[in-house]
Every structure is written in structure tokens, then in C-alpha cells.
């Protein structure tokens, strides 16, 4: 995965805003998004990409992230899969010089 394609989903992501929704762990998905959110600054801003602290953070945010958001209702569940794939895309991709 290219830093160019992280870049291109994370503007995305960010052009979108959080979606209106109801749910008792909106503050835990709130804070899940700012996590991998933060990860992906990060990683967009430094040439050496993730160390492996923040790859562990980002696979734990993606299992909590997987509990939380299958009782979610249909709008707002394109937000979070776009988080989700931003963190996916994380994992999956080695630094390019």
C-alpha cells in the first residue's frame, strides 16, 4: 500500500465529518477514531511510518472498533468502514523512503 493511497482515504475520511447517530459507545468509537485518526497523521507525517507501539495500538482499536460498530445503524456504518479500512491500510503498508 503507497503512502499516496493512505493519503487519498484519509482526505476523504476527513472531508465526510462524523456522522449523527445514537448509540451508548459513541464516546468509545469517538475515541477509537481519534486514535487510528492520530496513527495516520502520524504516519502520513513521518518517513519511518509506525513503530510497532502504535501498529499494536491500531490492531487493538480495529478488534474494539469490530465489537462496536455491529449494532450501528445503516448511515453512519460507512463512516466507521472508512476508519476501519484507514486502519487496515495502516497495518499493511511498509514505509517508502
Known amino acids: 500500500m503507497a503512502r499516496n493511497e493512505i493519503a487519498a482515504a484519509w482526505e476523504q475520511h476527513c472531508v465526510v465529518g462524523w456522522p449523527q447517530f445514537s448509540s451508548p459507545h459513541?464516546?468509545?468509537?469517538?475515541?477509537?477514531?481519534?486514535v487510528?485518526?492520530?496513527c495516520v497523521v502520524f504516519f502520513l507525517d513521518s518517513p519511518e511510518g509506525l513503530d510497532h507501539q502504535r501498529m499494536a495500538l491500531v490492531r487493538d482499536c480495529?478488534?474494539?472498533l469490530q465489537?462496536?460498530?455491529?449494532?450501528?445503524?445503516?448511515?453512519?456504518?460507512?463512516?466507521?468502514?472508512?476508519l476501519r479500512q484507514l486502519g487496515e491500510m495502516l497495518l499493511t503498508t511498509t514505509p517508502q523512503p
Open 36 to 38: 487510528i485518526s492520530g
Open 26 to 34: 459513541q464516546g468509545p468509537l469517538m475515541t477509537l477514531d481519534t
Open 67 to 82: 465489537e462496536l460498530t455491529a449494532e450501528l445503524d445503516t448511515d453512519s456504518q460507512p463512516y466507521f468502514l472508512r
Open 62 to 64: 480495529l478488534d474494539e
